[in-house]
């Protein structure tokens, strides 16, 4: 009989994932600043913010592991000024996950996300601006249209909502 080696390399990668994210979330208090400031330069002239502006609110930091734990969650108020928004790491490993970006005049402003075969979900008002503090994703056998975080045999994905067609 054959040893089954499906569960011995999906741990492997699970593993190696979750290796690779530990230091984004052990380091989620240092840094937050100049991961800020990365999201300036990203946004350019358009931004109403310079670099050093501080964080308006944060939304913390969610892991979720085969389903089990916490979403990634914060104060997130609708504002009429911009608002700068530091959106901690997110890790889901073989679950679902879901972002929500409720604010229009909201600038977010992300350190990093990673899915592993799992859907990691942001959901975000039409009008807010989102940047991501690397300069690019990765996704491995999966899909990561959002280009904004580690995507491993799972699926990371913007979504829009609020949009007027008269705006």
Same mark, same amino acid.
């Not at 984004?24 to 800020?36: F, I």
């Not at 991501?132 to 959002?146: F, I, K, L, P």
């Given at each position: 009989?054959?040893?089954? +080696?499906?569960?011995?390399?999906?741990?492997?990668?699970?593993?190696?994932?979750?290796?690779?994210?530990?230091?984004?979330?052990?380091? /989620?208090?240092?840094?937050?600043?100049?991961?800020?400031?990365?999201?300036?330069? /990203?946004?350019?002239?358009?931004?109403?913010?310079?670099?050093?502006?501080?964080?308006?609110?944060?939304?913390?930091?969610?892991?979720?592991?085969?389903?089990?734990?916490?979403?990634?969650?914060?104060?997130?108020?609708?504002?009429?000024?911009?608002?700068?928004?530091?959106? +901690?790491?997110?890790?889901?490993?073989?679950?679902?996950?879901?972002?929500?970006? /409720?604010?229009?005049?909201?600038?977010?402003?992300? +350190?990093?996300?990673?899915?592993?075969?799992?859907?990691?979900?942001?959901?975000?008002?039409?009008?807010?601006?989102? /940047?991501?503090? +690397?300069?690019?994703?990765?996704?491995?056998?999966?899909?990561?249209?959002?280009?904004?975080?580690?995507?491993?045999?799972?699926?990371?994905?913007?979504?829009?909502?609020?949009?007027?067609?008269?705006?």
């Amino acid at each position: 009989m054959k040893p089954n +080696r499906v569960p011995s390399v999906l741990s492997k990668v699970l593993v190696m994932l979750l290796l690779a994210g530990l230091p984004a979330l052990a380091a /989620a208090d240092e840094g937050d600043q100049q991961a800020l400031d990365q999201c300036i330069a /990203a946004w350019g002239k358009s931004s109403p913010f310079r670099k050093g502006t501080r964080a308006d609110g944060v939304i913390a930091t969610g892991v979720k592991v085969f389903g089990i734990g916490q979403s990634s969650s914060g104060d997130d108020p609708v504002t009429r000024q911009p608002r700068l928004v530091l959106v +901690r790491p997110a890790v889901n490993v073989m679950g679902r996950s879901t972002i929500r970006l /409720a604010n229009p005049h909201g600038w977010y402003c992300f +350190r990093s996300n990673v899915t592993v075969m799992g859907k990691l979900e942001i959901d975000a008002q039409c009008y807010a601006h989102l /940047a991501n503090a +690397r300069e690019s994703g990765t996704a491995v056998g999966a899909a990561d249209e959002s280009n904004k975080g580690v995507a491993v045999f799972g699926a990371l994905r913007v979504k829009r909502f609020g949009c007027d067609k008269g705006r």
